[in-house]
């Protein structure tokens, strides 16, 4: 058992801050809280990809803006589905490693298609929105990076 109380990087903390709990406890916090930065994530793609199409005045051609979005969301989702499967399962382990290769392959795309879109000029809108959508990608790796690591050293701190 380790104590929460060595456990309060990154907000991870829970309210009893003396509680004791077993390993397996704290993983499965862990596993929830990157379920959940996986569906904020998911949520901030989709979002993206509706503003996308709005911005293109709802025009047949721009619904790729929602289609790309919502497929992005969907694959963060399953990433996070499969992490709340047992630790030791080869769905957990297809899991983490997906919810960290998504965040860097959408920014790379993202980035890709930014360059693209500032090639015209009449689609500089989408190229700023997709550096965000790229800038977001990167900051949520950099953040599940920091919960997968603040976990590990809470696990190896008993």
Not at 76 to 98: Q, T, Y
Request: aromatic share 12%; with cysteine; charged share 10%.
């Amino acid at each position: 058992c380790i104590s929460i109380a060595s456990f309060d990087t990154v907000g991870l903390s829970a309210p009893h801050a003396t509680m004791a709990i077993s390993d397996s406890d704290m993983q499965e916090y862990v596993n929830s809280k990157i379920s959940a930065s996986l569906s904020l994530y998911a949520l901030f793609l989709f979002t993206c990809g509706a503003i996308g199409y709005a911005l293109a005045g709802f025009a047949p051609k721009a619904k790729t803006a929602v289609i790309v979005g919502s497929v992005a969301a969907v694959t963060v989702l399953f990433a996070g589905w499969l992490i709340k499967h047992p630790i030791e399962s080869f769905r957990h382990k297809a899991g983490f490693v997906l919810a960290k290769l998504f965040p860097v392959l959408f920014a790379s795309l993202f980035a890709w298609r930014a360059a693209k879109a500032f090639a015209d000029p009449s689609k500089a809108y989408l190229g700023y929105l997709l550096v965000v959508m790229s800038l977001g990608s990167l900051v949520t790796r950099y953040w599940l990076s920091t919960l997968i690591q603040s976990g590990q050293q809470a696990l190896k701190g008993k």
